[in-house]
């Protein structure tokens, strides 16, 4: 079982909708990061937080907004998204930004906009 | 620019034989790590192995092995006695130095491999 569980795992939402996708982690991890992947892409990096502060944005349009309210949890609030949004959005975690351990993965939120 | 070139989009293996997934990268950095990745159609990313530049012994873990060529800049993956549940995308990645990222370094991705075990 992956040690970081995101969910839903599934969603579907109309263009107008505001939704949000969670993740969580309890392997006392530092670094959190939000992931899109399209089909048969290598996943592109979206935020990354460290130490529950937003560390990097990698120019990602306002109608996406990461929050980390706490060590163990990373929200993704979706608000006015467009179909080309559609993506499998995996959360990572890796123990710290910098240290050069392996990132942990979620099983990953399909996301449809409609 | 740093890059990672898998060559292969696709493979196919017989069951129980080896297969080899090819990785080339590019960096100007001296201290990097390499990383591959598998990922089913289930879409989790699973961690597979890991190898450090200044690492002098290839990584091993359990049927993956990583074939870590510095001078050719070339890190493939070595999966032994192929099963049917390594059916599944394979990436490639590498964490980027300090000397090019400084404090924001990230992960290069790869295309990636798709690889079919036959039965």
């Known amino acids: 079982d992956t040690e970081v569980t995101q969910t839903p795992k599934h969603l579907v939402m109309g263009m107008t909708n505001k939704k949000s996708l969670k993740c969580e982690q309890h392997?006392?991890?530092?670094?959190m990061y939000w992931y899109k992947q399209k089909a048969k892409k290598p996943p592109e990096l979206m935020f990354v937080?460290?130490?529950?502060?937003?560390?990097i944005n990698e120019s990602v349009p306002s109608r996406f907004s990461p929050e980390c309210p706490n060590s163990s949890l990373l929200n993704l609030h979706l608000h006015a998204l467009q179909p080309e949004d559609s993506a499998l959005y995996l959360c990572?975690?890796?123990?710290?930004?910098?240290?050069?351990?392996?990132?942990?993965f979620g099983e990953g939120s399909r996301l449809t906009v409609l | 620019a740093q890059k990672i070139t898998q060559t292969q989009p696709g493979m196919f293996v017989q069951e129980k034989e080896a297969v080899t997934l090819d990785c080339t990268y590019d960096?100007?950095?001296?201290?990097?790590?390499l990383f591959w990745y598998k990922q089913p159609s289930s879409g989790e990313m699973i961690f597979l192995i890991y190898?450090?530049?200044?690492d002098e012994q290839n990584a091993t873990e359990g049927r993956y092995s990583l074939n870590f060529q510095k001078a050719r800049k070339s890190a493939n993956l070595v999966i032994s006695a192929s099963q049917l549940g390594d059916s599944a995308m394979y990436f490639c990645?590498?964490?980027?130095?300090?000397?090019?990222?400084?404090?924001?370094?990230?992960?290069?991705w790869g295309l990636g491999t798709s690889l079919a075990v036959n039965p």
């Open positions: 937080y460290s130490y529950e502060k937003l560390s």
């Open positions: 392997m006392g991890h530092r670094a």
């Open positions: 990645a590498m964490r980027e130095g300090f000397r090019n990222a400084g404090n924001n370094r990230k992960l290069i």
């Open positions: 990572a975690s890796s123990q710290d930004r910098l240290a050069p351990g392996e990132l942990f």
């Open positions: 960096t100007s950095d001296q201290s990097y790590g």
């Open positions: 190898q450090g530049s200044y």
